[in-house]
């Protein structure tokens, strides 16, 4: 990689980072191939992204569209999010792949623990790029704690504090790692940013929050079930956390293929969408719907922004792929914390494509349902690109109607399996942390268990 790409790091984690991408370990050259950007957006769907595009309120994925591939990607049901996003990093159903639910039971036997990277039974992307010799970071993607041995980096979803562990009172104690390789976890850590450092003004830039309310925001101690003014804190920040270390990595580093999950359109779609569309309830006080109604909107345009950054720190020669792991529309219920949540998910999420690989697609053309996109497909699309086969094992398909002819033609021959090429962790060290019965009755609150 170029020595420009690593100026960012003190030189001995520059060193570390040459030894985790592989720069140093002498094996040859991977197959050829492009470099992919995959960005993961919990909860995004087209009913808002697509009006805000033609309005020009987004214009970085409007001008990924307009000379790319966009569609509808449909979701499973039930849409818990663990499992949708190991299904996108897999390709794999989620039965096949083991993340079925919030929790899931350890091996032995004993009371449900949190999904967590142990229990996935199948190679992930990342997984399959470092057999296939590609360099991949990865960015706080859903179930990558404990974090895997990879060509490159995994900053966890663990690393940043977010608002399931205030509900569960977990963290992962001070010496498990959150992050591979450990030597750059200290330079990641100081790229996170605390809630209680939540910017004002962006809260104001997201709706028209009293100052009372600002106060209310900024001062929540912890995230609250259900309740959208101090979930927003813990979400938002998150979200930058994350999006401000992808960029640094893709800023400093020339990676084959880089993950990175966004979390706040889902949490925020579910506490304030009944002041984006009142009408679909009863009892919104219409004062409150002109001054929060557009914070669902503006966290698509914050998006927006986070995107345009990423793609340019990426670089020209990026394959860009946005994706969400299902849509939103109106539950007909107010929020209301511990109760109700006014936003709820509906299938229809959104896929979007734009690079050297990804031929410019007509508005329609995959909006037919023998080529409707679903988020099975993500994957072998995504080793596609990479210049690696998929596998027959796996339930998706390489979404060749939206690949350039000459990627088209290059796409590989599928093998067997990647599965039988990776070592995978020990499923026994999926044991249960502090804080797991906790959590559990939290999704039983939620309505995710029974």
């Given at each position: 990689?170029?020595?420009?790409?690593?100026?960012?790091?003190?030189?001995l984690v520059?060193a570390?980072?040459?030894?985790?991408?592989?720069?140093?370990?002498?094996r040859?050259?991977?197959?050829?191939?492009?470099?992919?950007?995959?960005?993961?957006?919990?909860?995004?769907?087209?009913r808002?992204?697509?009006p805000?595009?033609?309005?020009?309120?987004m214009?970085?994925?409007?001008?990924?569209?307009?000379?790319?591939?966009?569609?509808t990607?449909?979701?499973?049901?039930?849409?818990?999010?663990p499992?949708?996003?190991t299904?996108?990093?897999?390709?794999?159903?989620?039965?096949?792949h083991?993340?079925t639910?919030?929790t899931?039971?350890?091996p032995?036997?004993?009371?449900?623990v949190?999904?967590?990277?142990?229990f996935?039974?199948?190679?992930?992307?990342?997984?399959?790029?470092?057999?296939?010799?590609k360099?991949?970071?990865?960015?706080?993607?859903?179930?990558?704690?404990p974090?895997?041995?990879?060509n490159?980096?995994?900053?966890?979803?663990?690393t940043?504090?977010?608002?399931?562990?205030d509900?569960t009172?977990?963290?992962?104690a001070?010496?498990?790692?959150?992050?591979?390789?450990?030597?750059?976890?200290?330079?990641?850590?100081?790229?996170?940013?605390?809630?209680?450092?939540?910017?004002?003004?962006?809260l104001?830039?997201?709706?028209?929050?009293?100052?009372?309310?600002?106060?209310?925001?900024?001062?929540?101690?912890?995230?609250?079930?259900?309740?959208?003014?101090?979930?927003?804190?813990?979400?938002?920040?998150?979200?930058?956390?994350?999006?401000?270390?992808?960029?640094?990595?893709?800023?400093?580093?020339?990676?084959?293929?880089?993950?990175?999950?966004?979390?706040?359109?889902?949490?925020?779609?579910?506490?304030f969408?009944?002041?984006?569309?009142?009408?679909?309830?009863?009892?919104?006080?219409?004062?409150d719907?002109?001054?929060?109604?557009?914070?669902?909107?503006n966290?698509?345009?914050?998006?927006?922004?986070?995107v345009?950054?990423?793609?340019?720190?990426?670089?020209?020669?990026?394959?860009?792929i946005?994706?969400?792991?299902?849509g939103?529309?109106?539950?007909g219920?107010?929020?209301?914390?511990?109760?109700?949540?006014?936003?709820e998910?509906?299938?229809?999420?959104?896929?979007?494509?734009?690079?050297?690989?990804?031929?410019k697609?007509?508005p329609?053309?995959?909006?037919?349902?023998?080529?409707a996109p679903?988020?099975?497909?993500v994957?072998?699309t995504?080793?596609?690109?990479?210049?690696?086969?998929?596998?027959?094992?796996?339930?998706g398909?390489?979404?060749?109607?939206?690949?350039?002819?000459?990627?088209?033609?290059?796409?590989?021959?599928?093998?067997?399996?990647?599965?039988?090429?990776?070592?995978?962790?020990?499923?026994?060290?999926?044991?249960a942390?502090?804080?797991?019965?906790a959590?559990?009755?939290?999704?039983r609150a939620?309505?995710?268990?029974?």
């Open positions: 990689m170029p020595e420009s790409r690593r100026s960012a790091f003190p030189p520059a570390v980072l040459a030894i985790a991408s592989g720069a140093c370990d002498g040859e050259p991977g197959p050829a191939g492009g470099r992919v950007l995959l960005v993961g957006v919990d909860g995004a769907t087209w808002v992204a697509g805000l595009m033609d309005a020009g309120r214009p970085r994925l409007r001008e990924l569209s307009e000379r790319g591939a966009r569609a990607l449909l979701s499973e049901a039930p849409m818990w999010s499992a949708l996003w299904t996108i990093a897999t390709g794999k159903k989620r039965e096949s083991g993340i639910s919030f899931l039971e350890p032995g036997g004993g009371a449900p949190l999904a967590n990277s142990r996935r039974r199948t190679a992930a992307i990342w997984n399959i790029a470092t057999i296939g010799k360099s991949v970071d990865v960015v706080g993607w859903w179930a990558s704690w974090p895997e041995p990879v490159g980096i995994v900053v966890s979803d663990r940043a504090r977010e608002r399931f562990a509900w009172r977990e963290a992962p001070a010496s498990a790692a959150t992050v591979h390789p450990r030597e750059i976890e200290r330079e990641m850590r100081a790229l996170v940013l605390t809630p209680d450092a939540v910017d004002p003004a962006d104001k830039a997201l709706a028209g929050f009293t100052d009372e309310e600002i106060a209310r925001i900024a001062g929540a101690p912890e995230a609250v079930l259900y309740d959208g003014y101090s979930v927003l804190k813990f979400a938002w920040q998150a979200q930058k956390s994350y999006a401000r270390i992808a960029e640094r990595l893709l800023a400093t580093r020339a990676t084959d293929l880089t993950a990175v999950y966004l979390v706040a359109i889902d949490p925020l779609s579910h506490a969408w009944q002041y984006r569309e009142p009408e679909a309830f009863d009892g919104v006080d219409p004062g719907a002109r001054r929060l109604g557009p914070i669902v909107d966290a698509y345009v914050a998006l927006d922004d986070i345009g950054r990423l793609v340019d720190a990426a670089g020209p020669d990026v394959n860009v946005v994706c969400s792991d299902h939103f529309r109106a539950s219920r107010l929020t209301k914390p511990y109760e109700a949540q006014s936003g998910h509906a299938p229809d999420g959104i896929l979007l494509a734009a690079g050297p690989a990804i031929r697609t007509a329609g053309d995959l909006a037919s349902e023998a080529l679903t988020v099975r497909d994957a072998p995504v080793l596609a690109i990479l210049g690696l086969p998929s596998a027959r094992d796996m339930d398909r390489v979404l060749r109607e939206i690949l350039s002819e000459g990627a088209a033609a290059r796409v590989p021959e599928p093998i067997e399996s990647w599965d039988r090429l990776w070592k995978r962790a020990s499923p026994e060290a999926a044991a942390s502090p804080g797991d019965e959590y559990v009755e939290q999704l939620l309505g995710y268990l029974r």
